[in-house]
């Protein structure tokens, strides 16, 4: 089945520094790649995600980026600020279209 | 005010007794989701359902059991079976229909604690 490795598992940035967040998957017919971020004691919110068939996007100061061939995919956060701290999740599609999550990176951000 | 609900926000229960978390949502979304999150690991799902009166296991079903009378709504009842229920519990929609983005949304969740 499909295995989703995540690094770093904590992450400790200046504040208006880039956090880059990397995840790698197992299964070659997986073809979503959602981003979370989930702030203590909530649930997670949906901040990004992208195709099998789109190499990068980018929303404001997030981007994602997928190379399939080597079967990563990594998120990125420009110009951090305090609200940015919080535990980021990747997940990848299963041959089943479910979600497998990665283990999540705690990501602070310091004034 | 669309979403998803769940509650009780915060539950405490006696090794021995069943405990029923909710989950409603009021989005029509045809797939719903459990998962269990516990410290310093991603989500793990125990069951979900992508269609009234039907349910599937996920990969941690054992001490769980489910229903899903009703499309919005699908509670998950942790029973006596489960050895280490203690962790946060979410629940996640998804709409199955043509146009779908296959994004799961969550609800806010609900910690169980065993006492």
């Known amino acids: 089945g499909e295995n989703v490795e995540q690094h770093p598992s904590t992450l400790s940035v200046q504040e208006g520094d880039s956090a880059v967040i990397k995840c790698t998957y197992s299964d070659s017919a997986s073809n979503y790649f959602p981003w979370y971020k989930q702030e203590l004691g909530k649930g997670p919110q949906l901040i990004i995600d992208i195709r099998s068939n789109v190499g990068e996007k980018k929303d404001q100061r997030i981007a994602v980026t997928l190379n399939k061939t080597a079967k990563h995919f990594s998120l990125h956060i420009t110009e951090t600020q305090p609200e940015d701290s919080a535990v980021y999740f990747c997940a990848a599609t299963d041959s089943w279209g479910k979600l497998q999550f990665g283990a999540g990176t705690q990501v602070v951000v310091t004034p | ?115």
């Open chain 2, 1 to 115: 005010d669309g979403g998803i609900t769940q509650s009780p926000k915060y539950l405490f229960r006696k090794e021995g007794q069943n405990v029923t978390l909710s989950c409603e949502q009021n989005l029509n979304h045809d797939a719903m989701y459990w998962y269990r999150q516990d410290p310093g690991q991603g989500l793990r799902l125990i069951y979900y359902s992508q269609i009234v009166n039907d349910f599937q296991k996920g990969d941690i079903a054992e001490g769980y059991s489910v229903s899903r009378e009703k499309k919005e709504s699908f509670p998950l009842t942790v029973t006596s079976a489960q050895k280490n229920p203690t962790a946060f519990y979410l629940c996640a929609s998804m709409d199955l229909g043509r146009g779908s983005t296959d994004t799961q949304y969550f609800g806010p969740g609900t910690r169980l604690t065993v006492l």
